[in-house]
T-cell receptor
């Protein structure tokens, strides 16, 4: 149980294009999802908190117009990197917190999406 | 400021020997504590957590962790290391329920290398 998927697992795009990454909780409903970015050999950097049916909450320094987050249902959140540039190349990881009482403290992580912007 | 420290960037251990990966935290109240493992180019896999109760928590793949409130530590342990345990390990802390946040505070990660 508590499986989170991400799609795509890897994407290469040209500079200036937009890329959408999907995060799905496969066997549970998630009230809250998180989006992280991880640089090589570093820890995770929280980008934003996504709550179903409401606007995402962005961390300081994260451009909300560049990293669009939509949490359309209790099992799906999407991150769109708009007008991507090479410096956006990174490993993006999502996580989800179950809506079920007693399971709300644990984040379950997706497998990550490797984005390379040329 | 709230923080989580993993003082060792890397831990080397011989296969079959016990391993310890250290984690200390500075968070007010009674936080929730977690360990995750990350293999190359993969997301984080949940290993174990401490919410309340017995200070020794057992988790996946034979790992366990001991919560020490007085030392504000939550060290990860395994009695006998396997080469396949080689990975990046993250300690994470979530502030207490009354804080109203699900956000984690992550340590910087410790790379475990188990030598055959």
């Amino acid at each position: 149980g508590a499986v989170v998927s991400q799609h795509p697992s890897r994407v290469i795009c040209k500079s200036g294009t937009s890329v959408k990454i999907e995060c799905r909780s496969l066997d549970f409903q998630a009230t809250t999802m998180f989006w992280y970015r991880q640089f090589p050999k570093q820890s995770l950097m929280l980008m934003a908190t996504s709550n179903e049916g409401s606007k995402a909450t962005y961390e300081q320094g994260v451009e909300k117009d560049k990293f669009l987050i939509n949490h359309a249902s209790l099992t799906l959140s999407t991150l769109t990197v708009t007008s991507a540039h090479p410096e956006d190349s990174s490993f993006y990881i999502c996580s989800a917190v179950a809506a079920l009482a007693g399971y709300q403290e644990t984040q379950y992580f997706g497998p990550g999406t490797r984005l390379l912007v040329l | 400021a709230q923080s989580v420290a993993q003082p060792e960037d890397q831990v080397n251990v011989a296969e079959g020997n016990p391993l310890t990966v250290k984690c200390t935290y500075s968070v007010s109240g009674n936080p929730y504590l977690f360990w995750y493992v990350q293999y190359p180019n993969r997301g984080l896999q949940f290993l174990l957590k401490y919410i309340t109760g017995d200070n020794l928590v057992k988790g996946s793949y034979g790992f366990e962790a001991e919560f020490n409130k007085s030392q504000t530590s939550f060290h990860l342990k395994k009695p006998s290391a396997l080469v396949s345990d080689s990975a990046l390990y993250f300690c994470a802390v979530r502030p207490p329920l009354w804080s109203g946040t699900y956000k984690y505070i992550f340590g910087t990660g410790t790379r475990l290398k188990v030598l055959a």
